[in-house]
């Protein structure tokens, strides 16, 4: 049977599916695997068993827009979900392939980053590479200029990287998150020689990951608080802004705040007030 990240996707999501909350109780009948049937999607959806197994089996593309709503309204997704079924039906243009190479951060963007002294905040693309970063950045996070290139990536440092690890005080969260972000952008650009590289790598070297990623969680970017127990400033509260580039649509600038007068904005002043400057790029 041709798989599909359609297929895949709709079958991991009918499996998450409570039968109870979709409005099916228990009837008696025994459940080979969890989650929906895929009768009762079709019973859901209006469409019949059929199309929905050649669906799955990826005998059948760019389906029409009022069937993909029906399925993930019968599969109670979430925006960012609904959004990737979109993505992965081929039912929006495919975005464009990327160029070779790491991605040339604007002059601009490297001196707003210098001048952000308070703020830890660096340039990321859409497979979370680190392009550029301020001391701040490095200061938090880790001594990026220290890495090879190929491994300045916040995703691959979460999974592999123990003391970048140790940073986040709910890890598997974080990471979660991670892998949720990772596989929306697969579906955008499935034609990402790196992005899939990096999906083998992280695979190959992490149970946790091959777990999640088989979970086909998607998120897209949004407002994130997260807390880093920092071996020298303590426990840092931050909230995590995200801002996309006009001039460079594949990169956002991504800046690291504490709420003003509260402990996290001290640990943060402390930290930045300690540590030397190290090199930025």
Not at 146 to 171: G, K, M, Q, V
């Amino acid at each position: 049977m041709e798989t599909t990240e359609l297929g895949d996707f709709l079958r991991a999501r009918r499996a998450a599916l409570d039968p109870a909350r979709a409005g099916f109780p228990d009837d008696g009948r025994l459940r080979r695997v969890p989650g929906l049937r895929r009768e009762e999607l079709a019973q859901l959806a209006h469409i019949s068993v059929d199309y929905i197994v050649r669906l799955e089996q990826g005998r059948t593309r760019r389906v029409s827009g009022p069937v993909l709503d029906a399925l993930a309204d019968a599969l109670q997704l979430a925006p960012d979900e609904r959004a990737y079924l979109f993505t992965v039906a081929e039912a929006v243009p495919a975005a464009p392939a990327r160029q070779p190479g790491r991605p040339k951060v604007d002059r601009q963007l490297r001196q707003l980053l210098d001048g952000m002294r308070d703020i830890p905040a660096m340039i990321l693309n859409r497979r979370m590479d680190v392009l550029a970063w301020n001391r701040g950045a490095a200061a938090l996070l880790t001594d990026f200029g220290a890495l090879p290139p190929s491994e300045r990536n916040l995703i691959r440092l979460t999974f592999l990287d123990e003391p970048y690890r140790a940073l986040y005080a709910d890890w598997p969260r974080a990471a979660r998150e991670c892998v949720a972000v990772l596989r929306m952008e697969a579906g955008r650009n499935p034609g990402d020689k790196a992005l899939a590289a990096l999906i083998g790598e992280l695979s190959v070297r992490d149970a946790d990951f091959r777990t999640w990623w088989a979970s086909h969680q998607v998120r897209g970017p949004r407002e994130l608080v997260k807390t880093y127990l920092h071996p020298v400033a303590g426990p840092i509260t931050l909230d995590v802004q995200q801002f996309s580039v006009d001039t460079q649509p594949d990169q956002q600038l991504v800046a690291y705040t504490a709420e003003p007068g509260s402990p996290s904005q001290a640990a943060l002043d402390f930290l930045l007030a300690v540590s030397p400057a190290a090199p930025v790029s």
